[in-house]
């Protein structure tokens, strides 16, 4: 801070424009040294500090010291310096504070080689797993995928598929209707469907022959939650229908389908059941993959066949021709078969899991196991 205010004698223009012109070099050399906060106040106080300050001076030396005829002039000259102090001190003000957040951003830069915030890669879950791995059996077979809505009427989840009002096997099925459908007539009504068997119709009604779908979906009964029974639970539904379709397609697809699944040495029975929808209707049961169908493990009876050396694991049949009749397809001309199974119950099997809410519980400890 070299500068001080000269004490003037001369009073005419060119020695007040000189004067000032000297300030002003003065003042932006100045400013422009600073490089601190520390700084910044030691140039705003030798400026404008009330004691000692430039600007107190220039009204002391150049001001109060004019004469008369020229205070007017000097008067202006002075205001003037006045603006481009304050102007001064307030842009280096700022400039001081925006270099030092850049500073702070420099020194808090990026470092490119650290490694990153780890996100855990997610997994299927089993339960979308093994429905897959059911699909894509179906899939290689040249079968198509259909999908269809969780929320049904009365007439796509029963009626359609035979079940006629009132009939008895409706009760098997612990339905959860939708409350407040009375005054629709009975096939309108709302229901959460109960199996997959609603997509088999649907489809139909928009595929003419020949038709080999699987339905994969999410299903709702009026179960409670216990170790096998779940209110949500998935299935995986085919269908078949195309001419001269026989029982032994649907045997020779159900058998290829289960030793793809559990593997090649598992074998299939089938024995007469009954669905309203197909006719005639089985069940279908696996040799134990756990006891290889002997019925007997680690010297005692096997636990998961209960000795029999059987698992029960799906259903299917011939769809019954009055099904067609619903659809509008011609059930002198074709025929075909329809099968259903439970991915939770197939989930269990294969990875020997003892209860089905461990598959709802989102414990990624569990599910972790199947990634
Ligand atoms: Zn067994």
Known sequence: MAYSVRKLTDFSAPSLDAASSELAS?????SAGIQSEAEFKIFRDYWMGRKGGVLTHLNDLWLKASP?????????RVNELKKKVEQAVESTLARIQTGESAGKLAAESLDITLPGIRRPIGAEHPVIKTMNEIVRVFRN?????????????DFYNFESLNFPP?????????????????SKPQRDRLLLRTHTSPVQIRTMQKMKPPVRVVCPGKVHRNDAADATHSPVFHQVEGLAVDTNITFCDLKGTVDHAMKALFGSSVKTRFYPSFFPFT???????ISCIFCDGKGVRDGGPCRN?????WIELLGCGMVDPNVYGFVDYDAAKISGFAFGMGVERIAILKYGVDDIQLFYHGDVRFLEQFS
């Open 26 to 30: 003065a003042l932006s050399q100045a």
């Open 279 to 285: 006719e005639p209707s089985a069940d279908v049961q």
């Open 68 to 76: 008369g005829p020229n205070k007017r002039d000097v008067g202006q």
């Open 166 to 182: 009132n009939h008895p096997a409706r009760d098997t099925q612990d339905t959860i209707f939708i409350a407040g459908q009375d």
């Open 141 to 153: 077979l040249g079968y198509s995928i259909e999908e269809g809505p969780e929320i049904e009427t």
């Open 305 to 309: 066949c209960k000795a029999s050396g």
